[in-house]
Nanobody, 128 residues
Framework: QVQLVESGGGLVQAGASLRLSCAAS????????MGWFRRAPGKEREFVAA????????SYVESVKDRFTISRDNAQNTVYLQMSSLKPEDTAVYYC?????????????????????WGQGTQVTVSS
């Protein structure tokens, strides 16, 4: 059984930075596509970023490009989301997810239905 545990969320002011971590246990996910999604109050879940198993390719939703960076450390079975220049509209619960089928391209990495393991989420609140 795979468990994904997010950490690093919190309450910050606009313009601040946060780094989210997602630690996997129970099975190595070094070959999986890993993604971050978020759900804001009253809104549907939204794709944020994804990274291939070897870290060579990344994908971001337009609204976070140049502000967020996804990375991974396969030796530590951990994925990170470095968030900078945070805005109030980034307020959401952030979820880490793993796609063990390694789907990538044609926007497959942005589709939550392609991910088979999910964390419980970590709250990020950005005040203005």
């Amino acid at each position: 059984q795979v468990q994904l545990v997010e950490s690093g969320g919190g309450l910050v002011q606009a313009g601040a930075s946060l780094r989210l971590s997602c630690a996997a246990s129970g099975r190595t996910l070094s070959t999986a596509v890993m993604g971050w999604f978020r759900r804001a109050p009253g809104k549907e879940r939204e794709f944020v970023a994804a990274i291939t198993w070897n870290g060579r390719s990344t994908s971001y939703v337009e609204s976070v490009k140049d502000r967020f960076t996804i990375s991974r450390d396969n030796a530590q079975n951990t994925v990170y989301l470095q968030m900078s220049s945070l805005k109030p509209e980034d307020t959401a619960v952030y979820y880490c997810a793993a796609n063990s089928r390694r789907q990538w391209g044609s926007l497959t990495q942005t589709m939550g239905t392609n991910y088979d393991y999910w964390g419980q989420g970590t709250q990020v609140t950005v005040s203005s």
